[in-house]
């Protein structure tokens, strides 16, 4: 609503493979969903955030002066596009993909940043657990093309929290590391993606 390109509306991600056939029941799983054990034992479903675009509207149509702000500053956005435009191509995108959270919990997910340097090539700063399903919210079904265009991986420090996707993409990346890192990355079968810079 404010502006597309800098706060895009979330994409639905639904998975290309075929659900596996189980012998149990299954439910699937929902932000804010819960499992009740007493009094009653039973899903609770009254806290899942709806993601109904013209609800969101209304809301902040609601407040005072809030959609004549939201006209200045697109067109304060478009003047200033209006100057640029010729001078440079976009350069950067940067997605933030996690709160610095060491677990990825219904308010807060861990670390990971991506980086688009290019249309053809990015970067990811740390990658903790969670970060792909923060890229599948993100992305929609263009993920496969998002992850696919990651060359380089950068792991700030050890910590469970920023570094337990990297092995999951299947391709080959160049992995930043600080030294003391080899004994634990090579442990833990990372050594087949690195690259010593």
């Known amino acids: 609503m404010i502006h597309l390109e800098i706060f895009p509306e979330l994409k639905t991600f639904k998975t ?6 189980l012998h149990v029941s299954s439910v699937r799983a929902q932000c804010l969903l819960k499992f009740q054990l007493r009094p009653v034992m039973g899903w609770q479903r009254d ?7 013209e609800e969101f509207v209304k809301e902040v149509s609601e407040v ?14 478009s003047t200033a596009a209006a100057q640029r435009s010729g001078k440079r ?7 933030f993909l996690g709160t610095l959270s060491a677990l990825p919990m219904k308010i807060r997910n861990v670390s990971g940043t991506l980086v688009n340097i290019s249309p053809s ?3 990811m700063l740390d990658c903790g657990e969670g970060t792909f399903g923060q890229l599948c919210r993100h992305y929609g079904d263009n993920v496969d093309q998002a992850l696919s265009k990651i060359s380089t991986v950068f792991i700030s420090h050890l910590h469970a929290d920023h570094h337990t996707t990297a092995r999951q993409t299947g391709r ?5 590391r600080p030294d003391y890192l ?8 990372f050594f087949s993606v690195m690259q010593a810079l």
């Open 182 to 189: 080899i004994d634990f990355l090579r442990d833990r079968k």
């Open 64 to 77: 005072p002066n809030f959609l004549e702000e939201v006209d200045k500053c697109r067109e304060i956005c």
């Open 172 to 176: 080959t990346h160049v992995l930043i």
């Open 121 to 123: 090539q990015s970067l």
């Open 89 to 95: 191509e976009k350069s950067f995108e940067v997605v």
């Open 16 to 21: 290309k493979e075929a659900e596996a056939a």
């Open 47 to 53: 806290a899942i955030p709806s993601c109904n675009t």
